[in-house]
Structures are given as structure tokens and as C-alpha cells.
């Protein structure tokens, strides 16, 4: 980036924001002049991220995001570098299997409620204390339109991101009126992460859209600067779904 906005004032922290949908909400929140703590579990690829994002404005805490220790360590560091965490976008997931979920390895299921949920949850708990039961913020979480409906094939993401919308809404009930806590439900979106579901065809899957095209990182930055905003201080515990408008055509043959 190569002029720096002024600072807003406020803090982020986004959790698996390296690349893809983390990164795109993290250069939105820059963009608009938040600082911001980036996470993620490879030290090269973080650094680079913050690079690219720029040092002045960001700083990088690697590790796994479902470790209760690397939750403390990315909250205290942030703490100690800006002085305080408004926002918390829970960004990182994980789907490493792709299969009818009446075979799955139920360790593997396991291991996507880890990462998906419970530390969404963990994260949540710690930016709580640490600031936000005082001085209040938002909190976004990013879950997916799988967790809307029956997802052939990546059900067990489908179901871990249902968890994930519903603990969107019983932290919306707890933490009022101090935060805001609200989710994101992306469609496919073209990061290395949703590869799987689109190469080698993106034309075709770009054409069940009613807007024609596959979604981009910076679609959901500007959905979750939305929802840190004060344009959406009156919206908590809702999921909103960014999806292209593919939701449309369900029951249309």
C-alpha cells in the first residue's frame, strides 16, 4: 500500500487472514486506517502478508488457531502493540475432507469443530476480557451459505459452519449492548482455500450465479468493514449472506 490512510483509531484482530477471505478483510480494515493483527499458521506466508499490508499499520502472530496459547499470545501482543481490540473477525477454518459424511472419520470431524467453532469461540472469550466487555467493539464471524442448507460432500464444514452461525447469535444475546457480534455466509469465493470447488471450471460455476461471476476476497472485506462500521450499529446477531445471488435459484430446476 502506498499511502497509508489516516488512522481510525480502532484495532483489528482477523485470524487466518494471510490469504484469501482473511486477507481481504484485513486490507479493508487498513484501507480504512484500523491497525490490525494478523494470524495465521506459516511464518513466511504471515510475514509476507504483513508486508504487503504494510508494518506501520499490522503485525503478525503465527500459530494454530484452535491452541489456547496462541489465542493468548495474539490477544496480549495486540494489546501490547496498539493499546486495544475493537474488532475480532473470526476468519480461520479448515475442510480437509471431501466425502458423504456417513463415512466420515469422526477424528476428522473433530478437528473441523476445533478449528471452526471452538476456536472462534476461544477467540471471542479472550478479546472479551481483554477489552471489549469495557469499551465495547464487533465481532464478525465468517461462516459460509453451506451452514444455511445441505452441503453434498463438505457436510461436516456445512454443519461446523451452522455451529458457527448459532454462536454467532447466542454471543449477539450475551455480549449486548456492549458488542455487536454478527456473521458473514460467502458463497465460493476464489481463494486457494475454495480451489477444489471451482478449477479447471470456473466459467461453469461462475455461471450458476445470478451475477455471473465467483466471489473475490475484497467482496467480503467490504462486508465485514461494513459490519465493524457505524453504519451497522443497530445490526447484531444476524448472518449476512454475500453469495451472488445463488441462493436465488434453489428450487429452480
Not at 199 to 208: L, M, P, T, V
Not at 222 to 231: I, R, W
Amino acid at each position: 500500500m502506498t499511502e497509508l490512510p489516516e488512522l481510525s483509531g480502532r484495532v483489528a484482530i482477523v485470524t487466518g487472514a494471510s490469504r484469501g477471505i482473511g486477507y481481504g478483510v484485513a486490507e479493508a480494515l487498513v484501507a480504512r486506517g484500523d491497525r490490525v493483527c494478523i494470524t495465521g499458521r506459516g511464518e513466511d506466508a504471515l510475514k509476507e502478508a504483513v508486508e504487503r499490508l504494510g508494518t506501520e499499520r499490522v503485525i503478525g502472530v503465527a500459530g494454530k488457531a484452535h491452541d489456547l496459547g496462541h489465542q493468548t499470545e495474539v490477544v496480549e501482543r495486540t494489546m501490547a502493540a496498539f493499546g486495544r481490540v475493537d474488532f475480532l473477525v473470526n476468519n480461520a477454518g479448515t475442510n480437509p475432507v471431501f466425502g458423504p459424511i456417513a463415512d466420515l472419520d469422526l477424528d476428522v470431524a473433530r478437528k473441523v469443530f476445533e478449528t471452526n467453532v471452538i476456536s472462534a469461540l476461544g477467540f471471542a472469550q479472550k478479546t472479551w476480557h481483554a477489552w471489549q466487555k469495557d469499551n465495547g467493539g464487533a465481532i464478525v464471524n465468517i461462516a459460509s451459505v453451506a451452514g444455511l442448507s445441505a452441503s453434498p460432500f463438505i457436510g461436516a464444514y456445512g454443519v461446523s459452519k451452522a455451529a458457527m452461525i448459532n454462536l454467532t447469535q447466542q454471543l449477539a444475546h450475551e455480549f449486548a449492548p456492549r458488542v455487536r457480534v454478527n456473521a458473514i455466509a460467502p458463497a465460493v469465493v476464489k481463494t486457494k482455500f475454495a480451489q477444489a470447488l471451482y478449477e479447471g471450471r470456473e466459467e461453469e460455476a461462475a455461471a450458476a450465479y445470478p451475477l455471473g461471476r465467483l466471489g473475490v476476497p475484497s467482496d467480503i472485506g467490504g462486508a465485514a468493514a461494513f459490519l465493524t462500521s457505524a453504519q451497522s450499529d443497530w445490526i447484531t446477531g444476524q448472518t449476512l449472506v454475500v453469495d451472488g445471488g445463488i441462493f436465488l435459484n434453489a428450487g429452480v430446476s
